[in-house]
């Protein structure tokens, strides 16, 4: 910063002082022969009572320990509460694919003998459709952008899907 002023300073003696107060606080990871790499896919169907479009979200654990999450409110209208899942899954697998490929890197592990990913869907008919690759009447109309769950990750990744 060229010119910093009295409020910028005050804003990093706001963050040394989170600092120091947090220093004890951290993610622990448990020591074991397995990684365990898990995650959690969610969301709501039509939860936006303005334009009834859902919410996706996911949580990835490490070891036990969180290591990413988030949500996002999806940009169309999903038809069925398994549309909602599967856009949600989508979004899911891709962060757990990039996670996948840094622990991958960290390990200095191939796709092939990285740890396994295994994401929990709580939706019977979205982990159905994800196994299934003939497309049905009931999800013609899904766009194609979020079938890459079927065609690129399962196939190519170590990823399991559950419920």
């Excluded at 549309?83 to 990039?98: D, F, N, P, V």
């Excluded at 766009?143 to 196939?155: C, M, N």
């Amino acid at each position: 910063m060229e010119n910093p002023q009295e409020e910028h300073w005050v804003a990093v003696k706001r963050i040394f002082r989170y600092l120091q107060g947090t220093k004890t606080h951290g993610i622990c990871f448990k020591l074991g022969d397995n990684i365990d790499f898990r995650g959690y896919s969610d969301a709501d169907w039509a939860g936006d009572l303005a334009d009834r479009k859902s919410t996706s979200g996911y949580t990835f654990m490490l070891m036990g320990a969180p290591v990413s999450w988030g949500s996002k409110k999806q940009s169309s209208v999903s038809l069925s509460t398994s549309e909602a899942e599967y856009i949600a899954l989508s979004l899911a697998i891709q962060e757990g694919k990039w996670i996948h490929r840094l622990l991958c890197e960290i390990l200095a592990a191939t796709n092939e003998t990285g740890p396994e990913l295994k994401i929990r869907e709580d939706n019977q008919s979205c982990i159905k459709m994800t196994k299934n690759p003939v497309n049905h009447g009931r999800a013609k109309h899904i766009d194609i952008k979020y079938h890459h769950i079927r065609d690129e990750v399962i196939e190519s990744y170590r990823f399991g899907i559950g419920y």
